[in-house]
């Protein structure tokens, strides 16, 4: 009988599993899909010579998470690797702005928008460099963090104390104004607040915008060398190494539940695993509460709640293997990993309210990848490897464009909404599509097909918005991985701190079993007894 069965076999459950494996516990980690990973795995489904990320590509919460740099992963094989720029935000003029991990080179991009907005983005950099450690440490502190919140408040008050606070909560649009005169450094915090699901009018996106700026310009957007599955690689070498063990296609059907515990889970082929302390879930809330847990289980509240938990947008990705480099009319795009596709900050509003309106969005803001300029081993010398993906509507009741996409997302909407994206990159790259050697579309449904815990493509485990953040993420009064199930906890992106691929959620999910599994019960009374060989001492 394992310690832990780890239900899901994505980022933070293989997290969830080290950080158990570490302290000693047994750990069995069931995963549905055939292969490990979650949403970071890669393949070559597009073309043979070309490597393509499945999901997600760029990793600066990787790279700054501190429970990731615990576990040395670079000790089991990872390599990290750099675009020479980190972003670029093309304008249709010619025009680009630049996120660069050297800040002289950031600030100059800028400053030729308007004078004076390179030394406003050094004020945000130097915010940063104040507040950032305390803030990362807060961020990845099970929740509350107090420690982490007293040293944050501290060096808060610093920093200028309620200004600066009141900074990060304004929208990012108003952000943007505060803080520079011209269109660069505007569209550098709006388009990286896109990376979730928030509006540049949202309360918090200004805050959010200006993390993930933070990040590129102090981390950069680093990928594994080889493939975004090489991070999997990494942690399921290590796990394996520290004595766990995972099973992969076979899907939990249930989890079983016993004077109120978490005892075990049952599989779709019958099979009853026991989990001697511990149950730890790497899966959707809804999914858990909904359909592993039955309600008779969960106080009528948490149902309740539930009810009104709200998901991210769904997400539309193209792959494609181009037989040259991207033929950006913006130089400075050429030699960035990621690059944000909208036509200035009105047009991601525009954007952004269609999606309200649950409108197909007829200029779709893209986020595009250049995975050859960031790790030369993507592909041919000469080829990229590259991707775009945008943000749709779950609920589908119109096309704000001519093509009469539906929202079923059968062939006809695959191939029109593909051609739409591509149309998109034309705008900022004329002659785009006669690089295309082939391409793949991953649609809401597809991917979803690839990772149960991307319900129509919702890649950050629900909302980033404020109120479903903290205290109240997953549901009100949480903010914490237990659950109301004895020995059963979240360790998916749905709790605090979210989405990303950094190990929080899967982390504090294990930390708490840990807290939980000190006390000596039956379990850890039969292991240490059949621990003990015949002369009486424990091995």
């Not at 993930?212 to 990494?234: E, I, K």
Request: net charge neutral; with cysteine; hydrophobic share 40%.
């Amino acid at each position: 009988m394992p310690d832990a069965v780890v239900i899901g076999a994505g980022p933070n459950g293989l997290v969830a599993a080290n950080v158990l494996a570490d302290a000693g516990w047994s750990v069995l980690v069931i995963e549905e899909q055939p292969e490990p990973g979650g949403a970071v795995r890669h393949d070559r489904g597009v073309h043979p010579a070309y490597v393509s990320d499945l999901f997600s590509s760029f990793y600066p919460l990787a790279a700054a998470s501190p429970i990731l740099s615990t576990l040395r992963l670079e000790e089991y094989g990872l390599r990290w690797s750099h675009a020479p720029h980190v972003l670029a935000h093309p304008l249709s003029d010619g025009r680009c702005a630049v996120l660069d991990r050297r800040v002289d080179a950031t600030a100059a991009s800028l400053e030729a928008f308007a004078p004076g907005d390179g030394a406003a983005w050094r004020r945000l950099f130097e915010l940063w460099q104040t507040l950032g450690p305390d803030l990362l440490k807060a961020l990845f502190t099970p929740f509350p963090p107090i420690r982490a919140s007293a040293r944050l408040l501290r060096t808060l008050r610093a920093a200028g104390g309620l200004r600066a606070a009141r900074s990060l909560l304004l929208p990012v649009r108003r952000l943007g104004e505060e803080e520079f005169r011209g269109e660069g450094g505007r569209l550098l915090l709006a388009g990286n607040a896109l990376h979730a699901d928030l509006a540049p009018e949202s309360a918090g996106s200004g805050g959010f915008g200006w993390l993930m700026s933070m990040l590129g310009q102090a981390y950069g957007f680093p990928v594994p060398v080889g493939g975004s599955g090489a991070l999997t690689d990494a942690l399921i070498r290590r796990l394996r190494l520290g004595g766990g063990e995972i099973r992969c296609g076979e899907r939990v059907q249930n989890v079983a539940v016993r004077g109120g515990r978490a005892v075990a889970v049952r599989t779709r082929s019958g099979e009853t695993v026991p989990a001697g302390r511990a149950v730890l879930a790497d899966v959707a809330v809804p999914v858990l509460y909904q359909e592993l847990v039955g309600p008779e289980h969960l106080p009528a509240q948490v149902l309740e709640d539930l009810r009104r938990f709200q998901w991210d947008f769904a997400t539309f990705k193209v792959d494609w293997a181009l037989d040259g480099p991207v033929p950006w009319q913006a130089e400075q795009a050429r030699r960035a990993g990621t690059v944000h596709l909208a036509d200035g900050v009105d047009e991601l509003t525009r954007f952004a309210a269609q999606i309200a309106m649950r409108e197909v969005p007829d200029r779709p803001f893209a986020l595009f990848g250049q995975m050859t300029t960031a790790d030369p081993s993507r592909s041919p010398d000469g080829t990229e490897s590259a991707w775009a993906y945008t943000h749709v509507p779950h609920d589908v009741r119109a096309d704000a464009g001519e093509e009469g996409v539906t929202g079923a997302w059968g062939p006809d909407d695959q191939e029109r909404m593909a051609d739409r994206v591509e149309r998109q990159v034309e705008r900022f790259a004329p002659g785009f599509r006669s690089r295309i050697r082939a391409r793949r579309i991953l649609a809401p449904p597809t991917l979803e097909a690839l990772d149960a815990n991307l319900p129509g493509g919702a890649i950050n485990g629900g909302t980033t918005a404020v109120h479903q953040q903290l205290v109240l993420r997953p549901v009100p009064g949480t903010g914490r991985p237990e659950t109301p199930v004895a020995g059963l906890y979240l360790a998916s992106a749905g709790a605090h701190p979210g989405g990303g691929v950094h190990g929080g959620p899967g982390a504090n999910a294990a930390r708490a079993a840990l807290r939980a599994g000190r006390a000596p019960g039956l379990a850890g009374a039969q292991r240490l007894l059949s621990r003990r060989d015949r002369t009486g001492r424990t091995r």
